[in-house]
């Protein structure tokens, strides 16, 4: 069975600051995903990787995925209140999704 | 495009009480998954299905059965609820060939 380990768990930081979260999996990943989750909803995907070595961008939002395809990072830019929620890494692969536990982010004003 | 659409939104039951909780897309993807997530955790796979017709268990099945007879239509039934089945629950659907699932609100479930 396919562990996905976030890291960390709860991380509460400064508006304006940087950050990173890591994802973590006990085996290769299928694909990866990185979600977002605020409160009283479902998650909404914010980027798909499939590639070792892959470096996404999304606005301040960078996404790597490492070479051997085991582990993932989300660095976040000059972080905003509005980045404030639950960040999810997910392994699709056919019908089936594994999610990690997540990162609860809080960026203060 | 309403997306995927869950009801109810919030479900009281007590102990041993079965109920359905539906969830229906509009988008005609042939994935759709049922996760529960519970509090500071991420979500669990309960089932999932990847055609009409075709559903298989997920990491967390026992306690609810699932049935998929049109493409549209995914419910997730619960057959003596139970304490443990305390949760929120989302519906999920992906087109083939697609990574991006596509989350319902959630119907948030207490058993008594």
């Known amino acids: 069975t396919q562990l996905l380990e976030q890291s960390p768990q709860f991380l509460s930081i400064q508006e304006g600051e940087n950050l990173t979260v890591y994802c973590n999996s006990s085996s290769v990943f299928s694909s990866l995903q990185w979600y977002r989750q605020e409160p009283g909803e479902g998650p909404v995907l914010l980027v798909t990787v499939v590639t070792g070595g892959e470096v996404k961008k999304l606005k301040r939002l960078t996404f790597q995925f490492g070479d051997a395809r085991k582990d993932s990072s989300l660095h976040i830019t000059a972080a905003q209140p509005g980045d404030t929620g639950l960040y999810l890494c997910a392994d699709t692969n056919a019908g089936k999704s594994t999610f990690g536990d997540g990162t609860t982010l809080t960026v203060k004003p | 495009n309403a997306g995927v659409t869950q009801t109810p939104k919030f479900q009281v039951l007590k102990t041993g009480q079965s109920m359905t909780l539906q969830c229906a897309q509009d988008m005609n993807h042939e994935y759709m998954s049922w996760y529960r997530q519970d509090p500071g955790m991420g979500l669990r796979l309960i089932h999932y299905?990847?055609?009409?017709?075709?559903?298989d268990q997920g990491e967390v099945p026992n306690g609810y059965n699932v049935s998929r007879s049109t493409t549209e239509d995914f419910p997730l039934r619960l057959l003596s609820a139970a304490p443990s089945q305390t949760s929120v629950y989302f519906c999920?659907?992906?087109?083939?060939?697609?990574?991006?699932?596509?989350f319902g609100p959630g119907t948030r479930l207490t058993v008594t």
């Open positions: 299905s990847v055609g009409a017709g075709i559903t």
């Open positions: 999920a659907s992906r087109a083939t060939g697609r990574w991006e699932q596509y």
